[in-house]
């Protein structure tokens, strides 16, 4: 697979220090999707930092991957409310159905997991976004069948 | 001078110093975990909380500088209650297996539970279970045994500068690791052994070698020959509760025998073999125009350093093999056919004040023709270990000598063992390789202590010589910027991976502080002040040995067997 090119990222932070890695990986994450190993330590080179400091601080916040997400990105809020309304029952069908844990892309790069603290869309709850699409009061049978639809549209896709 | 009230009792502190060094210099034990001498304080352990009368909250002594007429109490129940609940929440997510841990009876976290009277359980809950990281040839890392302290992180970050492994993901899942948390043999570890010297707890030790040396002893087929390092007779005696800095040398070769070995050499023999191939080595490239400065290769740790952070100062290494496996080569060549043994059923054991021995023996540079050198690595305290398995007590035992023809030193190969000593053995030397004659005086002062940068300047002959001394890869790391930079008065380096060198190296007992070092340094320059054979050109087995078998310094054979070279590793630094 291609490495993400990352040069015009670091380019816009000339003579750039500890300070802003998380700015940096941000951007990357937001062009690229996730923070690949070589990213990582080509960032560390820029930055002139240890491979497992940032990897350290990569690790502390929750908003960054390290696989590639899959072409449906699904994330599942565990949130206060959602918990309340269910959403650990919903996240295990994900997991069921996908056979993944959550931070894992499925092998045919389809689908990627993801738990989220909270969308802010508690009047919704249990949520579920798939690609930054809502999917609101989800129950575990309907959000497997929203899986299998998505499937089964790119199985069509390929088909044609 | 401030002064100030610690339970009724005034102190005097020095300006801007913390309440916890004030206190500990009056003998008023304060415990601490995460408390580094000589770092900045992190605060994060919280053992070290006192009273400070006029604040609510208890105050963390290792990070409050003490301010005139402050009052303190250290032993109220507050504080106690505080501490032991403290080491109450560690236990509660620490594995119950301290008869099986290899820092059993040596364990900080034991010695706190035990001096604070923890006797029960009052925590329970899941454990974080992690596996065991067994990928490196000298390390073991068991992270269900770390308590987070971070003193592995900053001894690797802040005095190595070589950060293989931080804090990786956040509160309960938080756990020590290295990048990608993948194994510690693919990160950029150079195996010195450091962090498992800080390490309170179990959670790194060596990766042990003992059981196999335990059956090669065994085994009536091999004969099982033993080498020991320069340090390890200094610092041998403090496993065997004997004080820090007593020599053993003679009373460890009689135990080593006793254990079982065949034959017992000594490594600073192999040093003086070393001493007269980087000498010639050095004088070679100063007269040929050769890369310069050229630096020592002896300490593994070192070794990876340059190959992973700077390769370009490949070509400025010496050639030289180490010691350790200097010897490792003689004896199954020289050794082997003199005695007429198939260098197969010969098993070579060093014992090292070194975990990074332990990989440097796994190179695929070190074994020629798929025959290693050296076979197996022991560290100081593996042989500790040794000599209480096999009930073997070191303090009863009559001196004995080493055995021929690797056996016998000289006190320039003995210095190896402190930082510096490399580098003055080489002067004296190449200083005779030069002019023809003896140095008036042998000591060279400048070169000696625990600083961790020492430079000399001097004239050897006509050729002025610019020399320097690092140890511990922070100041190396230095060294080498000032190079970069463009530094061109140094024709010399000797780098020791560990501060203060091999005295100090990652297989040493556990729980030395400075002082303990400072005396296994003194021990060393000792034993060169009292014999009267400095200089390894005066080895008479040096010379037969070159007479009967090598040739000469540099010559084919020692190129064969004696050197070798280095190449870039890529590695995620």
């Not at chain 2, 004997?242 to 034959?263: I, N, Y």
């Amino acid at each position: 697979m291609v490495e993400p090119d990352i040069e015009p990222i670091l380019a816009r932070h000339p003579g750039a220090g500890r300070e802003t890695l998380i700015p940096i990986l941000q951007e990357i994450q937001t062009a690229h999707g996730y923070l690949s190993k070589d990213v990582i330590m080509r960032v560390g080179k820029h930055l002139n930092l240890p491979t497992s400091k940032i990897y350290g601080v990569a690790t502390f916040y929750n908003q960054f991957r390290f696989t590639r997400p899959g072409k449906y990105h699904v994330q599942v809020c565990r949130g206060t409310a959602c918990h309340v309304k269910g959403s650990l029952s919903v996240l295990e069908a994900v997991v069921k159905e996908l056979k993944i844990s959550p931070g894992q892309t499925t092998r045919d790069g389809l689908f990627s997991l993801e738990v989220v603290a909270c969308m802010g869309a508690c009047g919704l709850s249990p949520v579920v976004n798939i690609n930054g699409e809502f999917y609101a009061k989800v129950t575990p049978r309907k959000c497997t069948r929203i899986l299998q639809d998505c499937r089964h549209q790119e199985h069509a896709n390929a088909g044609c | 001078m401030t002064t100030f009230l610690a339970d009724g009792r005034e102190i005097a502190a020095k300006p801007g110093e913390t309440i916890l060094l004030a206190l500990r210099r009056e003998g008023i034990h304060v415990p601490t975990l995460c408390h580094m001498d000589g770092l900045a304080p992190s605060g994060a352990c919280r053992l070290c909380v006192v009273e400070v009368e006029g604040t609510g909250n208890l105050v963390t002594a290792c990070s409050c500088p003490v301010s005139e007429g402050l009052k303190i109490r250290t032993r109220t129940p507050r504080v106690l209650e505080a501490r032991r609940t403290i080491v109450e929440l560690l236990l509660s997510n620490h594995p119950d297996d301290c008869l099986y841990c290899p820092r059993g009876g040596k364990c900080e976290l034991q010695h706190l539970a035990m001096d604070l009277g923890v006797r029960q359980r009052l925590y329970r809950g899941a454990k974080s279970k992690r596996e065991l990281d067994v990928s490196s040839p000298s390390i073991l890392r068991d992270p269900s045994k770390c308590i987070l302290c971070g003193r592995c992180v900053r001894m690797c970050e802040e005095y190595q500068t070589v950060s293989a492994v931080d804090f990786i993901a956040r509160g309960s899942r938080a756990f020590v690791g290295t990048a990608f948390n993948a194994g510690l043999n693919l990160s950029s570890c150079i195996n010195c052994g450091q962090c498992i010297l800080v390490c309170p707890t179990g959670a790194l030790s060596e990766r042990s070698s003992l059981d196999a040396v335990v059956a090669a002893l065994a085994d009536p087929t091999k004969l099982v020959i033993a080498q020991h390092a320069p340090a390890v007779s200094v610092s041998l005696a403090e496993e065997v509760g004997l004080k820090p800095g007593t020599d053993v040398d003679g009373k460890m070769v009689a135990a080593l025998r006793r254990v079982g070995f065949d034959r017992v050499f000594d490594t600073s023999f192999a040093a003086d073999l070393t001493i007269m191939e980087e000498a010639s080595e050095l004088v070679h490239r100063v007269t040929t125009g050769g890369v310069l400065p050229m630096m020592t290769s002896c300490s593994p740790g070192w070794i990876k350093f340059v190959e992973q952070f700077y390769p370009e100062f490949i070509p400025n290494l010496s050639t030289c093999k180490s010691p350790q496996q200097m010897m490792g080569a003689i004896i199954k060549s020289f050794f082997a056919q003199r005695e007429n043994i198939e260098p197969g059923n010969i098993v070579s054991v060093s014992i090292m004040p070194c975990t990074a021995k332990k990989f440097e023996c796994a190179r695929p540079e070190m074994q020629p023709n798929h025959v290693p050198d050296v076979d197996y690595v022991l560290t100081t305290r593996e042989l500790g270990q040794l000599l209480r398995m096999f009930g073997v007590n070191l303090a009863a035992l009559e001196a004995e000598a080493a055995d021929t023809p690797f056996g016998e030193r000289t006190t320039a190969g003995k210095i190896f063992g402190a930082s510096g000593g490399v580098m003055e053995a080489a002067v004296r030397t190449a200083y005779y390789l030069i002019t023809g004659q003896e140095m008036g005086d042998l000591k060279i002062q400048p070169l000696r202590g625990m600083k961790g940068i020492k430079e000399l300047r001097t004239t050897i002959g006509t050729l002025d010589v610019g020399a320097a001394v690092a140890s511990g890869l922070g100041n190396a790391r230095q060294l080498l910027d000032q190079l970069r930079a463009g530094r061109k008065d140094l024709q010399f380096i000797e780098i020791m991976t560990c501060p203060g060198g091999c005295i100090n190296g990652g297989g040493q007992p556990i729980g030395a502080d400075l002082e303990s070092v400072r005396a296994r340094m003194q021990a060393l320059y000792k034993i060169d002040r009292d014999e009267p054979r400095r200089v390894s050109h005066a080895n008479p087995w040096i010379t037969r040995l070159y007479d009967e078998f090598l040739g000469k310094p540099l010559g084919e054979k020692s190129h064969h067997l004696l050197h070798t070279h280095y190449h870039k590793r890529e590695v995620p630094l």
